[in-house]
């Protein structure tokens, strides 16, 4: 296993510490920013008829949390399975982008990686740069490149990088290079376009909160997978649990004759069981470990693929996601140990992906899901003495789908112009990529999202 700088153990500490509290804790360093969402309310959620293992964040409605089904099933009902959702996939620790695409037969880069460079015939070619070529790993993603569905960002930054994980990492989330925003630039856009009673419109797959979903004024939530959501109530189960959920259902068909307040309760109990017909498919059944079936194989012995493998599944049954977080399966702080630590990583994120795509185009949901792919920075140029590298400043990111447009944004930097620190330049903005997903792809202005968007240009991410 890679050895991970200090500041980027603690910083981790820290954040899990904060997501999974809620509420605020001191920075380990001075002047490091707290994450987006420090402070934010915390608390389970179990549906009245119906549990439902949520911890939910943030919004005024936290003390409504039994009306949150009729929420979630009211914007299941008003989407129609039609809204666009944005996944953010998170490659901690700053991936090396001089080995997810790199520049065969550049001798800068056989001087600067003397052991870490990679074989000129190594990987599949990049079609857009004749300069450069994939990670062997990283195949899946060539695949879906080659068929148009990767828009590819080889130099993305901002200028002055920081080059702490944290401070870097927390400018990423926030959308700013602002130390003291609070909110991520996903929970800022779910703070315009949301519901206050819909904690699935943002949710992070995972056992805390990705600060990148933070909002001030709605909820968004967490959960480790759709599989792990469950329907209980106190004292019954099997077959009798089974009629009592069913007899929920019927009473919402009961007549009202405009008795405001039977109007009221057959639609809570409607809902409920309109929310527990879309949860059911989940439910493992005898003998299975996960309770729902996909139409492509995933790859297995980690929790990244079946935590996508669930979220084609929720998004095919209906459920109003619309931004979602997770984490990719590595670690990319590849101070020494490089090769081993970048296979071991990148492989089973890149053939998760691809399966992740083949599924949701099994499904016929494809043109409503794009993926973003990111990491906190890039690594420097030249190699370490410990088979490794050190933080650095630009670096590659990822926008995939059927609606991504498939074309390069900004250019390879080159390893002739490199920072005075030795780092790739960037070429386009982490900034300008958020604004053009902003419009193009949730249909809001950005401005009303990102500080100073106006100032930044929107490359073209969507067909």
């Known amino acids: 296993m890679a050895r991970c700088c200090s500041e980027h153990s603690r910083a981790e500490l820290l954040r899990r510490g904060i997501a999974e509290a809620g509420r605020g804790?001191?920075?380990i360093e001075r002047g490091m920013p707290l994450p987006a969402g420090t402070g934010l309310s915390r608390r389970s959620f179990l549906a009245r008829s119906a549990g439902l293992a949520l911890a939910v964040y943030g919004g005024s409605s936290l003390g409504r949390l039994p009306f949150f089904e009729q929420g979630i099933a009211a914007a299941a009902a008003a989407d129609g399975g039609k809204q666009r959702v944005l996944v953010s996939i998170f490659l901690e620790g700053g991936a090396d982008s001089l080995s997810l695409l790199f520049?065969?037969?550049?001798?800068?880069?056989?001087?600067?990686?003397?052991?870490?460079?990679?074989?000129?015939?190594a990987g599949q070619p990049f079609a857009e740069d004749e300069r450069l070529r994939w990670h062997p790993s990283l195949a899946g993603l060539a695949t879906l490149h080659g068929e148009g569905k990767v828009?590819?960002?080889?130099?993305?930054?901002?200028?002055?990088?920081?080059?702490s994980h944290f401070t870097s990492r927390h400018y990423w989330e926030v959308g700013a290079t602002n130390e003291r925003l609070n909110t991520g630039w996903m929970g800022r856009y779910l703070d315009i376009a949301g519901n206050p009673d819909n904690p699935l419109q943002g949710l992070s797959l995972d056992y805390s909160l990705q600060p990148a979903l933070a909002t001030a004024r709605v909820p968004v939530a967490s959960v480790d997978g759709p599989d792990r959501y469950d329907f209980w109530a106190r004292g019954v189960w099997g077959e009798v649990e089974e009629k009592m959920l069913d007899a929920v259902g019927a009473l919402?068909?009961?007549?009202?004759?405009?008795?405001?307040?039977?109007?009221?309760?057959t639609g809570v109990a409607r809902q409920s069981a309109r929310l527990r017909e879309q949860l059911l498919p989940f439910k493992p059944k005898d003998g299975q470990t996960d309770g729902f079936a996909s139409p492509v194989a995933y790859p297995t012995g980690d929790e990244f693929p079946r935590r996508?493998?669930?979220?084609?599944?929720?998004?095919?049954?209906?459920?109003?996601?619309?931004?979602?977080?997770?984490v990719a399966?590595?670690?990319?702080?590849?101070?020494?140990?490089?090769?081993?630590?970048?296979?071991?990583?990148?492989?089973?994120t890149a053939d998760s992906l691809l399966a992740f795509q083949r599924d949701l185009e099994a499904r016929g949901i494809a043109d409503r899901v794009l993926v973003h792919v990111w990491s906190e920075f890039g690594r420097r140029a030249k190699e370490n003495g410990s088979n490794g590298t050190d933080h650095g400043a630009a670096g590659t990111g990822f926008v995939i789908g059927s609606q991504a447009s498939g074309r390069m944004i900004g250019e390879f930097p080159?390893?002739?112009?490199?920072?005075?620190?030795?780092?790739?330049?960037?070429?386009?903005?982490?900034?300008?990529?958020?604004?053009?997903?902003?419009?193009?792809?949730?249909?809001?202005?950005?401005?009303?999202?990102?500080?100073?968007?106006?100032?930044?240009?929107?490359?073209?991410?969507v067909r």
């Open 414 to 461: 080159g390893l002739a112009t490199l920072d005075e620190d030795g780092n790739l330049r960037a070429t386009s903005d982490y900034r300008g990529l958020y604004c053009s997903l902003l419009e193009d792809w949730l249909g809001v202005d950005a401005a009303r999202v990102i500080p100073d968007a106006r100032s930044f240009a929107r490359p073209a991410v």
């Open 151 to 163: 828009t590819v960002l080889p130099g993305v930054g901002y200028t002055n990088a920081n080059q």
């Open 329 to 348: 399966p590595g670690m990319y702080d590849t101070h020494d140990d490089q090769p081993n630590a970048l296979s071991d990583a990148l492989k089973p």
């Open 103 to 121: 520049p065969a037969g550049d001798p800068l880069y056989r001087s600067l990686r003397p052991h870490l460079g990679l074989a000129d015939s």
């Open 252 to 265: 919402g068909r009961l007549p009202v004759r405009g008795d405001a307040a039977l109007a009221t309760a």
């Open 308 to 326: 996508l493998a669930g979220l084609a599944a929720m998004i095919a049954a209906g459920l109003p996601l619309h931004c979602v977080a997770l």
């Open 25 to 27: 804790l001191p920075p």
